[in-house]
């Protein structure tokens, strides 16, 4: 278990899904956090949950589009706790109305795609430029991005949304070999499709079946298996891990393509009795 005693955290879209589940985890194991979110009451309802529980935690109402915003924020998380070394950049733009609009290139409108990135790239990059100074006051510090298997290989849609966590992971690699000589640490993690309760009330069986065939396990991700690997990369633990990516996704992207299918053969023979295997002689 990492010990985060003594440090200061702050997570970004910390209201609800991966981001709820990193405050409390890091709450758990030692660190005072600032929750951030555009929704102020959500960001409230896991502060509490965490004072609840024991923890140190405040609430910050954080519009991650604003510069200005994000400025107070790391001076909010600095002026209560005394300093800053942990930070998750989680927030993104994810609602299933822009989804609908982010298909391709031919399709999505070009205020859209500016918006887009304004909220998952450029919102990190100002969360980074910001946090960056206070960790180096305070010793070196550890950032962690939240990116997606969307951004390691293209998907049918969501064109947009798959290219800016593309562009975070490479944001990532320069942070992390701008200011590795000052003690400060950046990594990012591409989840798959995450089992938030809104994912599972609000996509079709058949597509969560798919993306659990598409996986080399049988099982969908949660908000804590991604919360356990941002915890573990800003510990101590991973002291020596910088501009990397960790994806947590089941093995999603571990195969080819035709995996499932081969898989799927493997299994019809077997049950049928036969010998055969879907491999490449």
Request: glycine share 10%.
């Amino acid at each position: 278990m990492s010990d985060f005693a003594g440090k200061t955290a702050i997570v970004t879209g910390g209201g609800s899904g991966i981001g709820r589940a990193t405050a409390q985890l890091l709450a758990q194991r030692g660190a005072r956090l600032v929750v951030a979110d555009i929704r102020e009451d959500a960001a409230r309802a896991v502060a509490e949950e965490i004072r609840s529980a024991g923890g140190v935690a405040e609430a910050f109402h954080c519009d991650v589009e604003k510069e200005g915003d994000i400025i107070a924020m790391v001076a909010h998380a600095v002026a209560t706790f005394g300093g800053l070394h942990i930070l998750h950049n989680n927030a993104a733009l994810v609602d299933l109305e822009v989804n609908i609009q982010d298909q391709n290139v031919l399709t999505i409108d070009a205020s859209l795609w500016d918006r887009i990135m304004a909220i998952n790239v450029r919102s990190v990059m100002l969360g980074c430029k910001h946090a960056i100074p206070e960790m180096i006051r305070a010793g070196g510090g550890a950032i962690v991005n939240t990116s997606s298997t969307y951004g390691v290989a293209a998907y049918a849609n969501l064109c947009a949304y798959g290219t800016s966590k593309a562009a975070l992971i490479q944001l990532t690699r320069y942070v992390a070999v701008a200011f590795g000589r000052q003690g400060i640490r950046c990594n990012a993690v591409a989840p798959s499709l995450v089992a938030t309760p809104g994912v599972l009330e609000l996509f079709p069986q058949e597509l969560l079946d798919a993306n659990r065939n598409g996986a080399a396990m049988d099982l969908l991700v949660t908000p804590t298996d991604i919360a356990e690997a941002v915890a573990f990369l800003a510990s101590d633990a991973a002291r020596h891990i910088t501009g990397h990516l960790l994806p947590v996704d089941a093995g999603t992207l571990a195969h080819l393509s035709t995996a499932p299918a081969g898989r799927a053969f493997d299994e019809k023979m077997a049950a049928a009795g036969g010998g055969e295997k879907a491999v490449p002689q």
